[in-house]
């Protein structure tokens, strides 16, 4: 039997749309697993995991919030992460460090749009989820639908192990199909009753553990094997069958209840300790090391120490930073190396985490989520190894911030106040972004939505109590060309005593296509910024290392396009000629060449513009669809889509990000308050002429 104790861990992350319940499951826990004596509510400001003011004021999750507690000899660290589409790469953080994950779907609305980013940012890293079915209990639920909703926007195969005992309002428990037996909960009780499955049910019961059994054996040969012996399979064999297939994400279990009404919530534990892997069941940590070779890290308590910074929360009485501990023990006042910034650090005290709570620990060991006091650099996405072992793990992708607005100090005399408070929000969340803009002068905030943008400086007000000037927010525009240009001649040459400078260069531009990714012969491609850089040039006219140089100072070319200043995507460049000068010739020659014959040659070039485009939700009722889209159009949107849930219409489109502020409240107007939208970014598309350029 294996003792290991990391058998006993279970990290996973609770993802859903904004309101399907991901806060009140999170609290359902923790009092049912003990660890609170009171069921917090989100609409009384009294959960545990949305500790934050503005948390509790606006209703909803922003920041990642880490919590312990303990379920059937089990330590379950879990994260309750935000739902809203602005603060995604709060999620993206917290999947990085995860094993596994409870996804939350409305039983009303199925998969939403927040439902399906979230899945994927899962998908990206692997995570193994089971899915929870929350608000049973409410009007025009229906388990089917929303499991036929996961299959059709999802993909994975649904194995659904329980059947609702009761509908709507009358919701009052579920049979579990692999013991086939009935949890009902009683008005008012805080544990279920367990009892044979109700006769009206044993029927469908039966039908849909067949079911089970016949999708379970579809995918899993030893399940198929007994299933072929015995026509049936048994309640173990179901239940491991089940593990694996949620471990290799080719089948996703699902449970449903109603998180409000405590319903539900015990067998959503147990499949988390029954389902979800522990830090033994992932594969080990992979790294660089110092000689640039790949290594592994086993999740040992015994190995050489690593752990990833996730998170840090920068309070006024010092720097928490949170981590996920991969291999080895830190204990308290060990000497730790950060990889990032090649420094050493000593760690001061070590926390388990309960949102703002904290109790002290000796030491963290392999598996576990903890957060460290004394880190002075360490910053999320940073590694913490043992100094005699370095190691640097891939850190979690950061976001491009989409949306900007103006700051300033209303009083001259805050301005140095201003920019540390800035300092300190970025220093916490990596998507947000802080410059000054070298025209005008001007602060510049830069983020992930507009609501994002309206926190962050709630933030700086409440909690520095500064008084903030905010300008109108802008977006992040691209530029790309149109039609390019063929041999364009740039000569660099420079001479002011001593060595001069010389180089020769002709380039051709054109725009990028997508099949241009696999055509580079000389340099790279970056799908990112959507830019090919090839050399065609023969005879060694322009020698190998000058053909790099000259590919570096085009891509410094592209931060500043011809239109108005924004960074230029959407091209592919041709060295196709050039000369050298046998003394003036240099790295610094010819990439000072790329860089100004580039900008003269998208001079020359007609250029256009580009603009971040979003997909839009909106729900409505079905008597202000009419207005809806009229202020769409209004809005340069394009309805992709419609459909009708539950008595409310959902229009999808696309939709210009610049001409979405102010949105929420006008919908709001147009709905008497009945209306909501969410948005998620979708990439960026020409903008029309009348949009001119922009603002930076």
């Not at 367990?194 to 379970?216: K, N, Q, T, W």
């Amino acid at each position: 039997m294996n003792t290991n104790p990391l058998t006993t861990v279970r990290n996973l992350g609770i993802l859903a749309h904004v309101d399907a319940g991901k806060t009140t499951v999170t609290e359902r826990i923790l009092f049912t697993t003990g660890t609170t004596y009171k069921r917090g509510e989100v609409h009384d400001g009294t959960t545990v995991t949305d500790f934050d003011p503005q948390e509790r004021d606006r209703g909803i999750t922003i920041f990642a919030a880490a919590v312990s507690c303990a379920w059937d000899g089990h330590r379950i660290n879990l994260i309750d992460t935000p739902g809203h589409v602005d603060f995604a790469d709060e999620v993206e953080r917290s999947l990085r460090v995860l094993d596994g994950a409870v996804a939350v779907f409305d039983a009303v609305a199925g998969v939403e749009p927040q439902s399906e980013s979230v899945w994927r940012q899962a998908d990206r890293h692997g995570v193994p989820r089971i899915a929870f079915v929350n608000k049973m209990d409410r009007s025009g639920a229906d388990l089917d639908t929303a499991v036929a909703s996961i299959r059709e926007r999802l993909h994975p195969a649904p194995l659904v192990v329980q059947l609702p005992i009761g509908t709507e309002d009358g919701f009052m428990g579920v049979v579990d199909l692999l013991r086939m037996c009935a949890l009902v909960w009683a008005d008012g009780a805080e544990t279920a009753e367990e009892g044979p499955v109700p006769d009206s049910l044993r029927e469908e019961a039966s039908r849909r553990r067949r079911l089970l059994e016949e999708a379970v054996a579809e995918r899993h040969p030893a399940a198929l094997e007994e299933f072929c012996d015995r026509e049936t399979l048994t309640a173990d064999t179901l239940a491991g069958a089940l593990r694996d297939l949620t471990h290799s994400g080719d089948g996703v279990v699902v449970l449903c209840g109603s998180a409000y009404r405590n319903r539900g919530v015990e067998p959503l534990l147990d499949a988390v300790v029954t389902y979800l892997p522990s830090p033994l069941d992932v594969p080990p940590v992979r790294g660089t090391a110092h000689d640039g070779t790949e290594q592994e890290r086993p999740a040992d308590p015994a190995a050489p120490m690593a752990a990833l910074a996730f998170k840090v929360n920068a309070t006024p009485t010092g720097r928490l930073t949170y981590l996920r501990v991969y291999s080895g023990t830190i204990e308290k006042g060990d000497t730790v190396w950060d990889a990032g910034t090649r420094r050493t650090e000593r760690i001061g005290r070590i926390l388990r985490v309960r949102a703002d709570r904290h109790d002290p620990l000796e030491r963290a060991v392999a598996g576990d989520i903890v957060a460290v006091v004394g880190l002075k650099s360490a910053r999320a996405g940073s590694t913490l190894c043992t100094p005699g072992a370095p190691l640097v793990l891939e850190p979690p992708g950061v976001a491009e911030p989409v949306v900007h607005v103006a700051v300033e100090a209303r009083r001259s005399t805050d301005t140095d106040r201003l920019a540390s408070a800035l300092a300190r929000l970025t220093e916490e969340d990596p998507s947000l972004a802080v410059r000054t803009d070298p025209e005008t002068g001007q602060t510049v905030l830069s983020g992930m939505g507009e609501l994002h943008l309206e926190v962050a400086v709630e933030r700086v007000r409440r909690e520095h109590g500064l008084e903030v000037a905010v300008g109108r927010p802008g977006v992040a525009y691209r530029e790309t060309v149109g039609e390019g240009v063929t041999g364009f001649v740039y000569r660099h040459v420079k001479q002011d005593g001593g060595a001069g400078q010389f180089a020769h260069v002709v380039l051709d531009v054109e725009p990028w296509e997508e099949d241009m990714e696999g055509d580079t012969e000389v340099g790279s491609s970056s799908k990112e910024s959507r830019f090919v850089f090839r050399s065609a040039v023969v005879g060694g006219r322009v020698p190998q290392e000058f053909v790099r140089a000259v590919e570096a100072g085009c891509r410094d070319a592209l931060a500043e396009g011809p239109l108005g200043g924004h960074p230029v995507t959407g091209l592919r460049v041709t060295l196709t000629d050039g000369q050298i000068h046998v003394k003036d010739s240099s790295d610094t020659a010819f990439r000072t060449a790329g860089r100004l014959g580039l900008r003269d040659a998208l001079r020359a070039s007609a250029m256009g513009l580009l603009e971040p485009v979003v997909e839009v939700t909106v729900t409505v009722p079905e008597d202000a669809v009419g207005g809806v889209l009229g202020d769409l159009a209004a809005r340069r949107g394009r309805v992709t889509g419609s459909d009708t849930r539950a008595g409310a219409a959902v229009v999808t489109a696309t939709v210009p990000l610049a001409e979405l502020f102010g949105y929420a409240t006008r919908l709001r107007s147009r709905t008497q308050g009945r209306g909501t939208f969410t948005a998620r970014p979708t990439g960026y598309a020409p903008a029309p002429a009348a949009v001119g350029t922009p603002t930076r």
